[in-house]
């Protein structure tokens, strides 16, 4: 199942301009991971923040988190045409920690336009 | 590292033939999982593996799926017989155990069409 729900589904925009994704979940989780998918690839994984932070950078990336809203963004600053992809949030459970698989959004796509 | 590979890339098939896919993990990742994708469903987690032992099926979706993982180099997902619905892009990932094993790393996927 779904756990993760990107808003928007898809967002287009010109290079050089900031692209925000967010993500919300369902239940109580042990961490959250933003991955990127190029058109016919494999999924990349960018960045993840654990449920006891709040904000995490790297690069022109820059990840929230607030658990009490169950929700997350993905700020992408000045973007570049190579940003066009699909971007997922997946969950990983607190319930069991034992448990190593993650629950993926459905995505957003992202398009930049030069 | 080459990373996570997957064959084959492209697979069409006819309905009722069996498919075989495989994927090799990342050296020393003792975490595997098998993904489907579509437009309809999203990603969908099948199965995934622990050090070779099947950890959770819950999510393959009829008998007609089975994975196998007869050792740490290797692994299988097979279809028997395919039917049409079951065109998809099909990833396998691995991960390691860690601090920040929860980060996985996919293959490019395997096509698959069942006509």
């Known amino acids: 199942s779904q756990q993760g729900e990107e808003d928007p589904q898809a967002l287009s925009i010109q290079e050089g301009e900031n692209a925000t994704m967010n993500c919300s979940y369902k239940?109580?989780?042990?961490?959250l991971q933003w991955y990127r998918q190029n058109s016919g690839r494999g999924l990349v994984h960018l960045i993840l923040?654990?449920?006891?932070?709040r904000e995490k950078h790297s690069g022109r990336l820059r990840v929230t988190l607030d658990t009490s809203k169950k929700s997350s963004s993905l700020l992408i600053t000045a973007s570049r045409a190579a940003d066009t992809a699909s971007y997922f949030c997946a969950t990983a459970s607190r319930k069991d920690t034992g448990r190593r698989a993650l629950t993926f959004g459905s995505g957003t796509r992202l398009q930049v336009q030069p | 590292d080459a990373g996570v590979i997957q064959s084959p890339r492209h697979e069409v098939t006819e309905m009722g033939q069996e498919v075989t896919l495989r994927c090799k993990p990342i050296?020393?990742?003792?975490?595997l999982f098998w993904y489907r994708q579509t437009m309809m469903r999203g990603l969908e987690l099948l199965i995934y593996?622990?050090?070779?032992?099947?950890?959770?099926d819950s999510g393959m979706p009829e008998d007609r799926f089975s994975a196998k993982m007869p050792n740490a180099s290797f692994s299988t997902l097979k279809i028997q017989p395919s039917e049409p619905r079951d065109s998809a892009v099909y990833f396998c990932?691995?991960?390691?155990?860690?601090?920040?094993?929860?980060?996985?790393?996919f293959g490019p996927g395997t096509r698959l069409t069942v006509t």
């Open positions: 050296s020393g990742h003792d975490y």
């Open positions: 593996f622990n050090n070779n032992v099947p950890i959770d």
């Open positions: 923040i654990r449920s006891n932070e």
């Open positions: 990932a691995s991960s390691l155990t860690g601090f920040s094993s929860y980060e996985q790393y």
């Open positions: 239940t109580s989780i042990n961490n």
